[in-house]
């Protein structure tokens, strides 16, 4: 069962080439949420990668509320130097609170 979901994986990396299959690699719920019009994994888009942000963060026990405090209300400042200075959108209460930990708990688990 499990080697032939391993296939299927391989099989399904090769048709979609590297640069989508990197793209795939963003939850549902971010596109869904609109994250991905600025955000992605391993790149700057208009915002950080979030392959950075999980970097930045790594070790600190409190980046998660931080993190969601953000995401919540917006704000800018933390990531100048790579922006310019482009505010992050505040997003409650478009993106529930219980959605907005499960995208952050993604990204730190980065
Ligand atoms: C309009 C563009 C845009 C969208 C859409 C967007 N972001 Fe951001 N995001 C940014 C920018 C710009 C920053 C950098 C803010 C700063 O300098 O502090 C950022 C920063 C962040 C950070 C790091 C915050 C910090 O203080 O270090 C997280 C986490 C994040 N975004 C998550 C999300 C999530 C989750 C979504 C979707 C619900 C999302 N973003 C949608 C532009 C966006």
């Known amino acids: 069962m499990k080697l032939r ?45 979030w392959a950075d942000v999980a970097k930045k963060y790594k070790g600190d026990a409190a980046a998660k509320d931080a993190l969601v405090g953000k995401v919540k209300a917006g704000g800018k400042g933390n990531w100048t130097e790579v922006t310019g200075g482009v505010p992050m959108p505040p997003y409650s209460p478009r993106v529930s609170d219980a959605d907005i930990g499960t995208l952050v708990d993604f990204i730190l688990g980065l």
């Not at 080439?17 to 888009?45: E, F, N, R, W, Y």
């Open 5 to 49: 979901w391993l296939n299927l994986t391989a099989a399904a990396a090769l048709t979609l080439g590297a640069s989508q299959a990197m793209a795939a690699d963003m939850p549902p719920l971010a596109a869904s949420s609109g994250c991905t019009a600025c955000h992605a994994i391993d790149k700057k888009v208009v915002g950080p990668a």
